[in-house]
């Protein structure tokens, strides 16, 4: 079954760039939706992106400014980068994947999500 | 800035019903609004129950059950075991933006 894993650094500096990698594993990155999703301590989920196989992207309206997301089909990956980064950045990150039914893909609908990873600024 | 609420905590009995609902700061939530519902307990990733209002995912159990109620999207817990004590999050999209929105959580308690 597919499988999303996270990676990446779990300590980060004020004022620097914040990335993440998410490998899809036992399944293709293709034909799907891909976000990052972020989690404060103690409190709710936030919505932070999404990329489509192709490359296409959105972010949300509150983090585009500082939000990149890629995709590297020819590893499987996607990634996240956000800079300038603050205490307020700090939280566990997850990346997931949106449901497709044969006939339509649900963007919000995220069906398979890694285990997360915890990012601290500081 | 668009909110969804929903109530920040319930407790059930087990074996009880529990219905939790999302609300839309921008007025009735309807079927366009897509709503999906995603259970976390301590420590680990969230899972997904239910998606465009009512449709469940293949692991998801028969007791859980979505719908629109009163103008907010609902999830129904029948029979509701221990193992379902956990936080549930909705999350609704605005198609005008193209954007998804978390609520803030419910805290189940089986009790």
């Known amino acids: 079954q597919v499988q999303l894993q996270e990676s990446g650094p779990g300590l980060v500096k004020p004022s620097e760039t914040l990335s993440l990698t998410c490998t899809v594993s036992g399944g293709s990155i293709s034909s799907y939706f891909w976000s990052w999703i972020r989690q404060p301590p103690g409190k709710g989920l936030e919505w932070i992106g999404y990329i489509y196989y192709s490359g296409s992207t959105y972010y949300s309206p509150s983090l585009k400014s500082r939000v990149t997301i890629s995709v590297d089909t020819s590893k499987n990956q996607f990634s996240l980068k956000l800079n300038s980064v603050t205490a307020a950045d700090t939280a566990v990150y997850y990346c997931?994947?949106?449901?497709?039914?044969?006939?339509?893909?649900?963007?919000?609908?995220?069906?398979?999500w890694g285990q997360g990873t915890m990012v601290i600024v500081s | 800035q668009t909110v969804v609420t929903q109530e920040p905590s319930l407790t059930v009995s087990p074996g009880g019903t529990v219905t939790l609902t999302c609300a839309s700061s921008t007025g009735a939530v309807t079927s366009d609004y897509y709503a999906n519902w995603f259970q976390q307990k301590p420590g680990q990733a969230p899972r997904a129950l239910i998606y465009?209002?009512?449709n469940k995912h293949s692991w998801t159990p028969a007791r859980f059950s979505g719908s629109l109620l009163g103008g907010k999207a609902a999830l129904t817990l029948s029979g509701v075991q221990p193992e379902d004590e956990a936080e549930y999050y909705c999350?609704?999209?605005?198609?005008?933006?193209?954007?998804?929105?978390f609520g803030g959580g419910t805290k189940l308690t089986v009790l």
């Open positions: 999350l609704l999209y605005y198609g005008s933006a193209q954007l998804g929105v």
């Open positions: 465009s209002t009512s």
């Open positions: 997931a994947r949106s449901h497709c039914s044969s006939t339509s893909c649900y963007r919000y609908a995220f069906d398979i």
